[in-house]
């Protein structure tokens, strides 16, 4: 069984750019989830959806937003694109009425 | 909101030894611990998790207990090797209508198993 598919693996912008990440849940899997990981923050909690709607969001600014499509894939956008942003981007899935969330390998982004 | 306290930050063992992570949380709605392994280069990866209702559970060489009293969960490791060098993160999450989606995370424990 394929696990969580997270592309592009790594990212290289410039400030003021905005930004694209995709993440295919494990098959099956019906919720994503998406953290951010800092070396001085660690791993924070952006949004999670499920069924193509926004079920719980993080504490983050407007410029992160996030969509879920009909076949569960996710995508999030970050626009204006800040230096702060530069962060390892995770995506998790998890199965209907599962607690456990199993993660990709994530995007790295880098703000220039 | 929830916050999750982990210590220590670093952790160097003998290959054989035991080695113990230890988190508190604050919110008493959280019910639901998972620990995650991330290794170089890697997302996190489940290894482990308990529910409030469980006050222990083990799994071959891995251990977690939870009081809930004190707001308190560790990570139990025995006869470390040195794969099992990597960061641990511990979690907690509230069972918010069923979704346990929404984890917060401790800051991660770097474990370096020396052989």
């Known amino acids: 069984k394929a696990g969580v598919t997270q592309t592009p693996r790594y990212l290289i912008k410039t400030r003021g750019q905005q930004v694209t990440l995709s993440c295919s849940p494990i098959s099956g899997h019906r919720s994503v989830s998406w953290y951010q990981q800092t070396p001085g923050q660690g791993l924070q909690f952006l949004f999670e959806?499920?069924?193509?709607?926004?079920?719980n969001k993080g504490n983050f600014p407007g410029r992160f937003s996030g969509r879920q499509f009909s076949n569960s894939r996710s995508e999030m956008n970050v626009s204006t694109l800040e230096l702060g942003d530069s962060a390892l981007y995770l995506c998790?899935?998890?199965?209907?009425?599962?607690?456990?969330?199993?993660f990709g390998s994530g995007t790295q982004l880098s703000v220039l | 909101g929830e916050n999750v306290e982990q210590h220590p930050s670093t952790l160097s063992v003998q290959e054989g030894d035991s080695a113990v992570i230890k988190c508190t949380y604050s919110d008493s709605a959280s019910n639901y611990f998972p620990w995650y392994k991330q290794e170089l280069g890697k997302g996190p990866q489940l290894i482990i998790d308990i529910r409030s209702n469980v006050g222990e559970k083990k799994d071959q060489r891995i251990a977690v207990t939870l009081n809930k009293t004190a707001k308190h969960f560790s990570l139990h490791i025995t006869e470390t090797q040195p794969e099992d060098s990597a960061v641990y993160f511990c979690?907690?999450?509230?069972?918010?209508?069923?979704?346990?989606?929404?984890?917060?995370f401790g800051k991660g424990t770097l474990l370096t198993v020396n052989p």
């Open positions: 979690a907690a999450s509230p069972n918010s209508g069923g979704s346990n989606y929404k984890l917060t």
């Open positions: 959806y499920f069924s193509e709607t926004q079920r």
């Open positions: 998790a899935s998890s199965f209907p009425g599962n607690e456990k969330l199993f």
